[in-house]
């Protein structure tokens, strides 16, 4: 996987750069916010792990640059330890996860890890599942009469759904596909998501089932 790395603290940097490339991923460092942004307009990469705070332009401003023109690439927020703030307008602008510092790189290589497992595919076919139709690229549930308008964090619940093909997932496993591995969020946050979705889907003859102590499986009503 190629990673984009954009921290200005050159040691820091540095020192995850070295702990993915050890992991075997492709890493570009990149140290000023507005180099960056003209870098992810015009060039491809799997993951971007993002700093906050920037020279240049704001790690914020580059993350709502990426969403406004479509680019839904996978970002891993770096935070300030003590600003709740940061975290919530990360979020808020798109960042898929967030890591406050400081942080252990091991902490970190899970976190990329998660979100690998549930970014965009390279296959731009759309995936399918009743009448329901799944554009991973641009992460867009669609019915017979258009995009269904799910929020972003039921998506991202309705795609790990739709990749178990059937099989249960356990209530960990969709909490780490929502909010990433380790992530300090009540379990019982997934109960929430799911009968948003839930409900959501119904109309279109798509169920989610629950077995006590196993977890969630989606399918065809009737199935």
Not at 36 to 42: E, G, S
Not at 57 to 84: F, H, I, N
Not at 94 to 114: C, H, I, M, N, T
Not at 144 to 173: H, M, N, Y
Request: charged share 30%; no cysteine.
């Amino acid at each position: 996987m190629r990673i984009v790395i954009v921290e200005d603290n050159v040691s820091v940097a540095k020192g995850i750069a070295y702990r993915l490339r050890d992991e075997g991923h492709a890493v570009d460092l990149i140290h000023d916010g507005a180099e960056a942004d003209a870098f992810l307009r015009d060039d491809g990469g799997d993951l971007v792990i993002l700093d906050i705070k920037l020279p240049g332009m704001s790690g914020l401003d580059v993350l709502r640059a990426m969403r406004k023109r479509g680019d839904m690439r996978p970002v891993l927020m770096l935070t300030a330890q003590s600003e709740l703030e940061e975290k919530v307008a990360g979020l808020d602008a798109g960042a898929d996860d967030y890591l406050p510092k400081p942080f252990e790189l091991a902490e970190l290589s899970a976190r990329v890890r998660a979100l690998a497992r549930r970014g965009p595919t390279t296959d731009p076919g759309l995936l399918r599942l009743g009448p329901l139709r799944f554009d991973p690229v641009a992460r867009a549930v669609m019915g017979p009469s258009g995009d269904l308008s799910i929020p972003r964090r039921e998506v991202a619940l309705f795609e790990t759904l739709l990749g178990a093909r059937g099989r249960f997932v356990s209530k960990q496993a969709l909490l780490d596909s929502l909010y990433g591995t380790g992530a300090d969020v009540e379990d019982s946050v997934v109960e929430v998501y799911v009968s948003r979705l839930r409900k959501r889907l119904r109309s279109s003859g798509i169920e989610i089932t629950v077995r006590r102590g196993i977890g969630y499986a989606m399918g065809e009503t009737g199935r």
